[in-house]
């Protein structure tokens, strides 16, 4: 249902409609790890731009999953989100450091992020924010269909809420926040 590659190109990890992710090997164009643990299809999977051992997956069974695939077999299992409601999308904070943000809406318009320096903790919920999402640096894009909404990350709150002029006629379907961003 989706597939990913990792920072360095070398894997590919496939979302399975059976609950699995398998991880390729590009260079051999071999699974090198089957991923278990969903119990519902596996709807995206994300690695995380600054490591690649980290590796985010939702499926519909209200889960998120983290998982660090090159670690030794004992220590793959992954650490799982349970959510009220279904989700609808996933993203990386772009960072060039270690760590950051990992955000995620769901069915009922929900942004939640979570800090990957503190176990991925919640630390932030914000109602009314869509069903997509994008990250820049430090500021990061909902959508809804018919409107924008500027979040600032570091701050946890809304900066600006950007609603088409074209109303019904015209939805938002694609947005993205460039590396070289010039929103702060």
């Not at 992710?21 to 969903?38: A, C, F, N, R, S």
């Not at 809406?105 to 903790?121: A, E, P, Q, V």
Request: net charge positive.
């Amino acid at each position: 249902l989706d597939i990913s590659f990792d920072n360095t190109g070398e894997c590919l990890a496939i979302a399975m409609v059976d609950g699995v992710i398998e991880v390729w090997d590009i260079k051999t164009m071999k699974p090198i790890y089957t991923l278990k643990g969903h119990t519902g299809s596996v709807l995206k999977v994300k690695w995380s731009l600054n490591d690649r051992n980290t590796l985010v997956s939702y499926s519909n069974d209200k889960t998120i999953r983290i998982w660090h695939p090159h670690s030794i077999p004992s220590n793959r299992n992954a650490d799982k989100k349970i959510l009220p409601n279904d989700i609808t999308d996933i993203d990386w904070q772009k960072i060039s450091n270690q760590g950051g943000i990992l955000g995620c809406m769901d069915n009922k318009g929900t942004l939640r992020m979570f800090d990957s320096t503190k176990n991925y903790d919640l630390i932030s919920t914000r109602n009314s924010m869509g069903n997509k999402l994008t990250f820049g640096y430090n500021n990061l894009i909902t959508l809804n269909g018919y409107e924008m909404n500027l979040f600032d990350v570091n701050k946890q709150e809304r900066i600006k809420r950007i609603k088409s002029k074209y109303s019904n006629d015209a939805l938002i379907e694609n947005v993205c926040l460039s590396y070289e961003s010039c929103l702060n």
